[in-house]
Each structure stands twice: as C-alpha cells, then as structure tokens.
C-alpha cells in the first residue's frame, strides 16, 4: 500500500489560512487522495478527496503536486473548530474498504 | 437522516463476557465497516461489508465476529471480550464506490 507522510502537528492562529502538507511519493495513478478530519472525542469527518486536480468544497480546499507526489489541505481561514487531527489517506481507485488511516496531523488554532 | 447510529455510547465488560456493538444507517449505502481506534494511533479496519449478506476481514478481525443480514444494520460482536480489546470503535458507511466514509459517534469500550 503506498503510504503518506505528514507532520505530528502544526499551529496556526485564528482567522489566518492553514497549508497542511502530505508526502506521497510511492502514489500510483490510479489512487485517490483523500482528507478527513477528526474532533476530539468525535468520530471521523470527511473533508475532501481528488485525483489530479486541485478540488475546492464549502470545507476546504486541495492542492495536488503536477506529480502527486505531494498534495497539501488547505483551510482558507482557521476558526478554533477546526482544531483536530487531520488524516491524509490514500485509496486505490476502484477500492471501497482499504482506506488506512495513519497518525495524522494534530492542528492547534490559537485564538 | 439520522446518519450512522452506534450503541451504546459507553460499555464496561469483565473479561470473557460477550456483547454486541450495534450500528445502524437510514443512507442506503451498500458498504458499511468497522474500526478500532487506541490511543495515539490512527484507525484500524476490523471487518467490512460490501452488501448485504456479504462480509469480509480487515486489519485485525481477530476477537470479533460480524454479519450483514440487513443493508441498514452492520453488528459487530465480541464473543469473549480481551482487556486488549479496549478501544474506541467507529461504524462508517459508504456510498457507492466514492470511498467516502461517513462515520458514526463511536463506542468507547472497556474491558477489566
């Protein structure tokens, strides 16, 4: 399975845009790139997913590298709700059940 | 909708007791799973479904049985519970072949 790589965690303050990044190298062509969130205490939450192109949704936004190896989440303006681990998952195309959640990212939002 | 529904919310067993998690939801959607989440670590797949009548191993289906007699309701069943089985459990269903999860609140279960 090819494996992502992102942060342990990352700061940003209230109202200020947030880039979390994940590193994909060994993504095959068929693979979706998909993002969720997770509140604390909460079960996970869907975000957003693409394939080659950068996607925007009422959520966020997701900028994929020419070469996907790399894919970065962007939260236009950070509110203290979004504070939550953030996974990066990738999820082979035609594939409903293998979606492997690693550690993800844990955003901290200062107000 | 009411979404993904788990039961209960809360669960204290004795090691060796046997109990069912029950998930349940209103979408239709034919794919339905089930994951363990221990602290500081990412989300583990226990069992799947792919449909009705229709289930499969994930990750670690050890300990925990499951079957698919309805599209709606997806059980998971610990037969003689593990202290090692103490975890959080997350239902998730999926429309279609979008790989979409949509998640239920969870089941936080002990086992002394």
């Known amino acids: 399975d090819a494996k992502t790589t992102q942060p342990n965690s990352m700061e940003s303050n209230e109202e200020e845009p947030v880039h979390l990044p994940c590193n994909h190298s060994?993504?095959?062509?068929?693979?979706?790139i998909h993002w969720y969130r997770q509140l604390p205490s909460q079960g996970p939450e869907y975000v957003i997913h693409?394939?080659?192109s950068n996607v925007n949704n009422r959520m966020a936004s997701l900028a994929i590298a020419e070469d996907r190896k790399s894919s970065t989440l962007i939260l236009h303006r950070a509110t203290l709700r979004d504070a939550a681990v953030y996974y990066c998952?990738?999820?082979?195309?035609?594939?409903?059940?293998?979606?492997?959640f690693g550690k993800g990212t844990l955003l901290t939002v200062n107000p | 909708n009411a979404g993904v529904t788990q039961t209960p919310k809360f669960q204290v067993l004795k090691t060796g007791q046997s109990m069912t998690l029950q998930c349940a939801q209103d979408?239709?959607?034919?794919?339905m799973s089930w994951y363990r989440q221990d602290p500081g670590m990412g989300l583990r797949l226990i069992h799947y479904?792919?449909?009705?009548?229709?289930?499969d191993q994930g990750e670690v289906p050890n300990g925990y049985n499951v079957s698919r007699s309805t599209t709606e309701d997806f059980p998971l069943r610990l037969l003689s519970a593990a202290p090692s089985q103490t975890s959080v459990y997350f239902c998730?269903?999926?429309?279609?072949?979008?790989?979409?999860?949509?998640f239920g609140p969870g089941t936080r279960l002990t086992v002394l």
């Open positions: 998730a269903s999926t429309p279609g072949r979008s790989g979409i999860r949509f």
């Open positions: 060994t993504i095959s062509g068929t693979d979706y």
């Open positions: 693409g394939l080659t």
């Open positions: 998952i990738l999820r082979a195309g035609g594939s409903n059940y293998k979606l492997t």
């Open positions: 979408m239709n959607h034919e794919y």
């Open positions: 479904s792919v449909g009705a009548g229709i289930t």
